[in-house]
């Protein structure tokens, strides 16, 4: 009798900001990409704001659940960012983010989108 455990695999891990204005656009769109029960979803204040938080769930998620896609998702209007919450400042935070699991972990592909309160993801 073997005694490994199966591996759990899920296709992605979603990183979005936990603002309640995003459900709406949100939990539609990613069962579009993924499915129903095919990713791990984290939300935190700011999305990738707290970058270190975000890599914790991202090197999880690779060894727990083997997933193959990151996908982070920043918004329009957001309040963790404060004043600071520039488009520009959220397309640099994303890509930054990006590089550097790509970095760490090459194998992954990262998605990153800007969330327009209207409901338009926007892939940066």
Known sequence: MST???IIHCDALVVHCMDYRLQKFLQPWITVRFGYDNFDIISLAGGVHDYEMVLKYVQLAVLIHSIETVCLIN???CRAYGR????????HDLQDAQ???KALFPALHVE???LHLDGTFESI
């Open 84 to 91: 600071d919450g520039t488009y520009k400042r959220h397309k």
């Open 4 to 6: 490994k455990k199966p």
């Open 112 to 114: 990153t989108f800007y």
């Open 99 to 101: 590089t550097k699991i």
């Open 75 to 77: 918004h329009e209007d």
